[in-house]
Structures are given as C-alpha cells and as structure tokens.
C-alpha cells in the first residue's frame, strides 16, 4: 500500500472517530497516565496506561469504549471495554525496538448519538523504548554542496527592501509591513522595533507560521526587534477573502504533492527555505541588532521553518520549535515507523528539506516541545531531531498532547543534552 493511499485510509478513520456534531448529554474528554516516565521503558518491558473517561470534568461510568494501540514495531491492536469511575481502563503493552507506542481511546457513540468533534474528545497518548538510537535514514550525499548553490542563487537578488509604516498598536514602538526582494516571492512580513532604539542595541527574533494561507502578525515587544513573516511572500493585513482564495487555489494543498516535490530546486519548500534565509540576512542588516542575539520560532511548519533557519544560517543563536513537523519525512517509507496524518508522500528531494538533516549543523540552543500523542509531527520524528542536534537542547514531551490539543494536568518529560 502507497503512503498516500495509508494517509487516506488512517485519515479517514480518524474523521469517522471525530465525526462531526455533538449530541452527547455532556462533556466528554480523557485523562490518561502511564505507570512511570514514559520515555524510560525497557525493550520488553510492560507499559500500563491508565485512562479515565470524564463528563463535565468528572470521571464517569458505563460509557462504551473503543482503544486502539500501534507502534513502531508495526504491530496494531484493539479492545472494547466499558468506563468505570472506580477502576479506570487498563491498557498494557510493550515494545521491543526502538520507538514508540500510540494508545488512543474514544467513546463509542450511543444509538442517536455522533461522536464529539475535537482531539480533547479521546485520549492519544503514548511511551518509548530505546529513545537514543532512533535514527534517521540519513541526507543526500550532496546536501551541503545543494544548499550552497541555492545560497548563491539567492545572493544574485539584491536585498531591495519596501517598507510602508502602519499603527503597531503602541505609541512606544513602531510598526512596517515590510517586502524584502528574493527568489520568486518576497519576504513579507510586519517588522516592529521599539522608538529611538539605538545602534546594536537589541536582538531580533523571527517568528515563523504554521501550515496555512494567512497574513503575518504584528509582534508587539519593546525589548526585541520583531519581524513575523507569511510563509508564502503573499499581501499582509487583507480581507479574509484574499486569503480563503489563494488557500483554495493557487496555494492549496501546496508543497503535499508527490508532483511538487521530485525536483528540489523547484519544490515549494525551496521558495520557503530561501524566504527564511533573506528574512535573517534583512534582520542582521538593521543598525539596531545587538550582532549577537538571533532568536527564531514557529510552531508546525513555523517548527520546521525555524530549524532550517539554524541550519541553513549559523548566527542564529536560539530556536524556539513547537511541535516541528518534517522531522524524519522517510520514517514510515523507509524506517517503518507510524506514519503521520499530514506529511508530504516521500521523495528523495525531500531529504533535502527534512529538520532532522539540518539539525546537524544548527550551533544555536534549541527548545523542543513536543506531543506523545502527536501523530500530525509524531514522537519518534522528534527524537530523530533531538538525537541529530550537536547542540544544547531541550526536548519536552507532554502526555496526552495531540498537534492542536493538550489534556489538562498532562505530565510533562524532558530529555536534555
């Protein structure tokens, strides 16, 4: 079975779970644990979870339940049981080679009932053996030599720069919707820096999106300069409607198609890449950059885009990444592990653009924060990143936390090198 053709298949049971309008008498969502840190278990060893059904914020009972449990061994099991507000399920399983294990469980909808909409609607959890030696399929053997032509094409654009002033919202820092000149698009973004901040004196920090069509935002700060940029080189600060047509035309579904990416010159992610360069290069030329602090940051795709950046510009002094995507994009084609909902299919120009192979030039301090119930940017793909880092880093695992949901009081594990 082709990867795009899994991807359909997992979504569309994931869309018949959720289902779409609420009929429920209330609130329903999940509370699950493991029986110790979920990222020390042995090869073999027995991880139990723990999951309690509640309504309105208190566990309840007879509620139907339906669990599912894969891993990266490629195994898959399911089982019913029935909620008990005394004695929560009990899962049990394990898992002998290095990866992960993904429990998920949801109610199953009574007769006049559709299942609740929403990730805070089931539990997606999950725990790992072996985390050190999850390992990437490796980086075309031209990687660097790649990156330095698209570096020289870049150079051949003059950083012509269009900057029209507009409210930031505060009298005390002012505010540019900025054009910066680059290959094919421009960088366009909202530029804020504090009133009469002198030469050399603050950092700068970009601020990267997530998967979308939508217009930068103004970050607001009067200690740093700021600069948010679209992914895209695409008009800031429109209507709603500029963006809703570009997301369902020109830019739909940009950069997922096996036809976007087989050459990686022309792929999207290119057009993407050099945006973030010149967007560093435009920041570092202000007279008010301190020269010494380069923060960048995103969430998603903004993930993904940041640690490009530290990549592909090592000035860069801290990364901020949320949930990184593209981390291990061969991981289910070529490694065998669970495959994410929403990845482009695997081409070998992807190799190019994957977080993990840029991770290992990046000299800045990285700050990871990740799901193990995230199969959007799943766990095994964030210790792909975490074990490719030569750099100070910090690795936050939260349980029950899906790409857009975190379970209340989840537990939080932290991985540090």
């Not at 053996?129 to 053997?141: C, M, T």
């Not at 990686?264 to 057009?271: H, I, R």
Request: aromatic content about 8%; some cysteine.
């Amino acid at each position: 079975m082709t990867k795009p053709l899994r991807q359909c298949l997992r979504a569309a049971i994931f869309s018949a779970l959720l289902g779409c309008a609420a009929a429920w008498a209330g609130d329903i969502s999940f509370y699950g644990v493991t029986d110790k840190d979920p990222l020390t278990y042995a090869p073999g060893e027995t991880m139990t979870f723990t999951v309690s059904v509640l309504e309105e914020g208190q566990k309840v009972s007879g509620k139907n339940l339906t669990w599912t449990r894969q891993g990266d061994d490629g195994k898959t099991e399911t089982g019913q049981a029935v909620s008990d507000a005394e004695q929560p399920l009990t899962i049990q399983t394990s898992l002998d080679v290095p990866g992960f294990v993904w429990i998920q469980v949801s109610v199953v909808p009574g007769e006049g009932e559709q299942p609740q909409q929403g990730d805070q609607h089931r539990f997606s959890g999950g725990a790992g053996v072996l985390l050190d030696q999850i390992k990437g399929a490796g980086e075309p053997a031209d990687f660097d030599e790649y990156w330095a032509r698209q570096k020289a094409r870049l150079a051949t654009v003059p950083m012509t720069v269009k900057r029209e002033e507009v409210p930031s919202g505060n009298e005390n820092v002012l505010c540019w919707d900025i054009r910066v000149e680059c290959l094919g698009m421009p960088v366009s973004g909202y530029l804020c820096l504090p009133k009469d901040a002198a030469e050399k004196s603050l950092p700068a920090h970009l601020f990267l999106h997530g998967y979308g069509v939508y217009s930068a935002g103004k970050r607001v700060s009067d200690s740093e300069i700021t600069l948010e940029i679209n992914a895209h080189g695409i008009d800031n600060g429109r209507d709603q409607a500029y963006y809703d047509t570009l997301r369902d035309t020109a830019l739909k579904g940009y950069g997922l198609s096996v036809e976007s990416n087989t050459d990686p010159e022309l792929c999207y992610w290119n057009g993407v890449a050099l945006r973030v360069i010149r967007a560093l290069e435009y920041l570092k030329s202000l007279p008010q950059w301190d020269g010494e602090n380069l923060i960048v940051s995103g969430g998603s795709q903004g993930g993904f885009q940041s640690l490009l950046a530290g990549g592909l510009d090592g000035d860069v002094t801290e990364i901020k990444a949320v949930v990184p995507w593209m981390c291990d994009i061969s991981g289910a084609e070529l490694s065998n592990r669970i495959d994410s909902f929403s990845i482009p299919a695997w081409t070998d120009a992807l190799g190019y653009f994957d977080s993990a192979n840029h991770a290992k030039r990046i000299k800045a301090n990285v700050d990871i924060y990740a799901g193990l119930g995230d199969y959007v940017c799943p766990p095994s793909g964030q210790m792909v990143l975490f074990n490719s880092l030569n750099t100070p880093v910090k690795l936050t695992f939260s349980q029950g936390r899906t790409h857009g949901y975190e379970m209340p009081d989840s537990g939080k594990y932290t991985l540090e090198k």
